[in-house]
C-alpha cells in the first residue's frame, strides 16, 4: 500500500512538473508574432531591398564610370553606397527566413549573410561619420595647411580601407557566434553566445555605443560648429546647406534612435527582465524598428549624393546615355534650367555648399 502510494505520488508530481513545463511553454509562445512576420517582413523588407538597390546602384555607376573626376567626398560616397549595397544583398535571405521560419541556406550562408548585414551596417555608420569629420575639418580648419596638405584621394582611399577594418572588427563576434541549427522548430540561423558569458549583453552595448552614441555625438560637435561658419558666407546657397545639415541630422536620429532603444530594453530583458511578456513584446517592436531603420540605406542616396548639382548632371548624363529615349528631352530641359540659375548667381565663397554637403 505504501508503495502504491508512493508511486502514485510520484506520478502526480511528474504530471505536475510536466503540466508547469507545458504552460510555461505556451505562455512563451510566439506563434502569433512569428505568423505577423512571415508577411509583414518578407514585403517590407523587398520593398526597402528594391529601392535601396536602385539608388545605390545608381550612385556607385556614377562614381565608377566618372572616376577619373573623383574626389575625396566622392571616396566617401563610394564606400557609403557600397556598405549599404552589402547591407541590402542580406535583406532577401532574410526575407525568406520570416516568410518560411526555416533557414534553408546552410552554414555558411548563415555566417555569410550575417558578415554582409554587419559589414553594412557599421560600414554606413562608420562612413557617414567620416564623411561628417571631412566636411567638419574642410569648413572649420579650412586654413590648416596640414590638413589641406594631406587630403587627398589617395589619402581618403587609405583611410577607407581602415574604416573597413574598423568594422570587420566590431563585426566579428556577431559573424563569429552565428550558427546553422536544427531546433526544435526546424532550422534556424541566429547568434548562440556560449553560456556563462558576457558576449550577448557585450553586443547589446556595442550596437548602442558604436550604432547611435558616437555617430550622433559625432553629427551634433561637427554640424554645430559648422553651421556658423557657413550663415557668415555670402552666398544664396547657405540656407540650403543648414536646412540639409538639419535634415542630416534628424533622419538619422528618427529611423535610428526606436532601433537603439529596442536593443536597450533587448539588454534588459537578458540581464534582468527576462520573462515571456518582455519577449513576445520585443520581439513584435523589433519588427518594426529594424524596418524603419532598414530604410535609411533608402535615404542615403538621396541626402550625401543626389542634393548635389554636380552629381545630379551626372547622374542624368548616364541616364540619358542608357535610357536616351527616356531621358533625352528631360536632360535638355534640366540643363538648360541650371545654366539660368548659374547664370543669376555668381559665386561669391570659395567653399560651395554642394561640394560640401
Known amino acids: ?13 511528474s504530471a505536475y512538473y510536466d503540466l508547469v513545463d507545458t504552460e510555461k511553454h505556451q505562455s512563451c509562445n510566439i506563434i502569433s508574432v512569428r505568423n505577423f512576420s512571415r508577411v509583414f517582413l ?12 536602385i539608388g545605390n546602384s545608381l550612385v556607385l555607376c556614377v562614381l565608377v564610370k566618372f572616376h577619373n573626376r573623383a574626389n575625396v567626398t ?22 525568406h527566413y520570416a516568410a518560411t521560419t526555416q533557414w534553408t541556406f546552410g552554414g ?15 560600414g554606413s555608420i562608420f562612413f557617414m561619420i567620416l564623411m561628417t569629420v571631412d566636411r567638419y575639418a574642410v569648413i572649420v580648419h579650412a586654413q590648416t595647411s596640414l590638413f589641406s596638405k594631406h587630403r ?17 572588427g566590431a563585426s566579428l563576434p556577431t559573424i563569429i557566434f552565428s550558427e546553422a541549427k536544427n531546433a ?14 558576457a558576449w550577448q549583453s557585450v553586443s547589446y552595448i556595442e550596437l548602442n555605443i558604436l550604432g547611435l552614441i558616437i555617430p550622433l555625438l559625432t553629427f551634433v560637435f561637427c554640424y554645430s560648429r559648422i553651421i556658423p561658419i557657413l550663415m557668415t558666407m555670402k552666398t544664396q546657397k547657405k540656407h540650403k546647406a543648414v536646412r540639409l545639415i538639419l535634415v542630416l541630422v534628424s533622419v538619422f536620429f528618427l529611423f535610428w534612435t526606436p532601433y537603439n532603444i529596442v536593443i536597450f530594453l533587448k539588454f534588459l530583458h537578458h540581464k534582468y527582465l ?13 519588427q518594426w524598428v529594424e524596418t524603419i531603420a532598414y530604410c535609411h540605406c533608402c535615404l542615403n542616396p538621396i541626402i550625401y549624393a543626389f542634393v548635389g548639382q554636380r552629381f545630379r548632371r551626372l547622374v542624368i548624363k548616364i541616364l540619358k546615355e542608357w535610357f536616351p529615349v527616356c531621358f533625352g528631352r528631360c536632360t535638355t530641359l534640366v540643363n538648360d534650367f541650371s545654366e539660368r540659375r548659374s547664370s543669376m548667381h555668381s559665386r561669391s565663397s570659395e567653399i560651395s555648399t554642394t561640394k560640401i554637403l
Open 1 to 13: 500500500m505504501a508503495m502504491a502510494v508512493s508511486n502514485h505520488t510520484t506520478l502526480d508530481y
Open 42 to 53: 518578407p514585403t517590407l523588407y523587398s520593398i526597402v531591398f528594391i529601392v535601396g538597390f
Open 74 to 95: 566622392d571616396v566617401g560616397l563610394f564606400n557609403l553606397a557600397l556598405s549599404d549595397l552589402l547591407f541590402l544583398l542580406s535583406l532577401p535571405f532574410w526575407a
Open 108 to 122: 555558411f550562408m548563415c555566417h555569410a549573410v550575417t558578415a554582409f548585414y554587419m559589414l553594412g551596417f557599421y
Open 152 to 168: 587627398s584621394v589617395k589619402s581618403a582611399s587609405v583611410i577607407a580601407g581602415f574604416m573597413w577594418v574598423i568594422s570587420l
Open 184 to 197: 526544435s522548430e526546424g532550422w534556424t540561423c541566429k547568434q548562440e553566445y556560449p553560456l556563462d558569458t
Open 274 to 286: 527576462n520573462t515571456c511578456q518582455w519577449h513576445r513584446d520585443l520581439t513584435m517592436a523589433m
